[in-house]
Nanobody
Framework: QVRLVESGGGLVQAGGSLRLSCVAS????????MGWYRQAPGKQHELVARITSGADTNYADSVKDRFTISRDNAKNTLYLQMNNLKPEDTAVYYC?????????????WGQGTQVTVSS
């Protein structure tokens, strides 16, 4: 069974930084694209950043120049470096991974990690 486990969330003051990690474990043969999503109470599920297996990236406009997504393929780990955090970044952050099983992509989600940014 494949699992994605996020870590690194917490409480931080506005202007501070956090680094989120997401480790994929289990019966993993190959990981295609990975990404970070977030959801705050009363808000819609939002794509934050995405990275392909070839390390091409894209970001939500709201986090451009503040967040950096990266991955360590050898460790099956996804990262999100979050700098200059703002109160509006407060949300539960989820990692996502498309896993390749013999040519078929299957999506997996982590359980989420809470990020709270105080004003």
């Amino acid at each position: 069974q494949v699992r994605l486990v996020e870590s690194g969330g917490g409480l931080v003051q506005a202007g501070g930084s956090l680094r989120l990690s997401c480790v994929a474990s289990g019966s993993i043969f190959s990981i295609d694209a990975m990404g970070w999503y977030r959801q705050a109470p009363g808000k819609q599920h939002e794509l934050v950043a995405r990275i392909t297996s070839g390390a091409d990236t894209n970001y939500a406009d709201s986090v451009k120049d503040r967040f950096t997504i990266s991955r360590d393929n050898a460790k099956n780990t996804l990262y999100l470096q979050m700098n200059n955090l703002k109160p509006e970044d407060t949300a539960v952050y989820y990692c996502y991974a498309d896993l390749d099983f013999s040519g078929s992509l299957v999506g997996y989600w982590g359980q989420g990690t809470q990020v709270t940014v105080s004003s």
